[in-house]
């Protein structure tokens, strides 16, 4: 066996059928008048090659000044840990930026296990040969799953005593994609998987001027608008419905009653779209919209007060120089 494969578990967990949820998904969000589509059905291979794409426009700062915390920080929050650590990241996707934290804590300790969490196993797999490739004393326990599932193999799994800590990654301002009850939620049953010395890292996008947020959702050259219509491209092409892409419009307004970003789809003109695998006929007025993503921004206070309620205490906070994105330590109060 090649020595890089030696080092990799990839683990799979049965998902269930991705067309039958994006089916239910379609007939439960399309079949009344306001009409949304989870943004989860972003991420199909396409949806995932342009997203990549997003990250280095020049408008999209997140990735930008997150990736830039983590390379100023990453040698202060590796030095936390006194002992050789499980790095567990959940949505890890290429681990471009993960990157800059392994580097740091194989400086610190000379090795780690890396558990990522990610839906796709190609791109898991991908990644975690080329992570092995380049650091020789990587260990990868891969878990192709959805977030619960991925968590739940988490409680469940046994690694070596020397890696007796965990530091859970979430990264790229994911939580913003939660609806703040929901991210609260959410927070608590990662809070499950933690012990009293284990850590949560989260980097979450903080409150700024309207115009700044909306042209970071809706760029000058048009790719978050192609990222947004790929959704219904995959409708087409998974149920057989008959939407035209020119016939819609992309949207990015400013929440701020709920202090979010909102992606629409916007019917140009009166239109009927069928989906023939569902037996649907839909409707549109003109200026009716598809509700496809929320991206909530929080302030500083916000932060700390959610950690508190889902039971952590924020042990670190960095920012970037602009202060526009923070990364987030908490620790669990009480251990499960």
Not at 165 to 175: A, E, N
Not at 225 to 254: T, Y
Not at 289 to 313: D, W
Not at 316 to 323: A, K, S
Request: charged residues 30%; contains cysteine.
């Amino acid at each position: 066996m090649d020595t890089n494969e030696s080092r990799l578990e990839l683990i799979e967990i049965e998902t269930g059928a991705a067309t039958e949820d994006l089916a239910d998904a379609v007939r439960s969000g399309l079949g009344h008048d306001n009409k949304t589509l989870p943004c989860r059905f972003f991420y199909d291979e396409e949806g995932s090659r342009i997203f990549e794409q997003i990250c280095d426009l020049p408008e999209y700062y997140p990735t930008r000044t997150e990736r830039q915390i983590l390379a100023d920080n990453a040698d202060e929050l590796a030095a936390l840990f006194e002992d050789p650590t499980v790095l567990v990241e959940l949505g890890s996707g290429s681990a471009t930026k993960t990157r800059l934290v392994i580097e740091a804590f194989l400086r610190r300790h000379g090795e780690l296990r890396y558990v990522p969490v990610d839906i796709s196993r190609s791109i898991l797999e991908e990644s975690a040969l080329e992570l092995l490739a380049r650091y020789p004393a990587l260990e990868v326990t891969a878990i192709a799953a959805e977030y619960h599932q991925g968590l739940r193999k988490l409680r469940a799994s046994n690694f070596k005593h020397k890696f007796e800590r965990k530091l859970i990654l979430w990264l790229g301002s994911s939580i913003g994609n939660f609806s703040p009850d929901a991210a609260e939620s959410f927070l608590r049953r990662v809070h499950q998987s933690m012990a009293a010395g284990d850590r949560l890292l989260i980097g979450m996008d903080l409150r700024k001027e309207p115009h700044v947020l909306e042209r970071a959702y809706d760029d000058s050259d048009g790719v978050t608008a192609k990222f947004n219509k790929n959704l219904l491209r995959r409708i087409n092409r998974e149920l057989g419905a008959d939407f035209d892409l020119e016939s819609f419009d992309h949207r990015s307004v400013w929440n701020d009653d709920d202090g979010r970003v909102e992606m629409h789809l916007q019917s140009k003109d009166e239109q009927v779209v069928a989906i023939e695998d569902l037996d649907m006929q839909i409707r549109f007025d003109k200026g009716e919209t598809i509700h496809t993503e929320c991206s909530y921004k929080y302030s500083l206070e916000q932060i700390e007060e959610m950690g508190a309620r889902s039971g952590y205490r924020l042990e670190r906070q960095w920012l970037d120089t602009g202060e526009r994105f923070s990364v987030n330590l908490f620790a669990p109060i009480c251990s499960s």
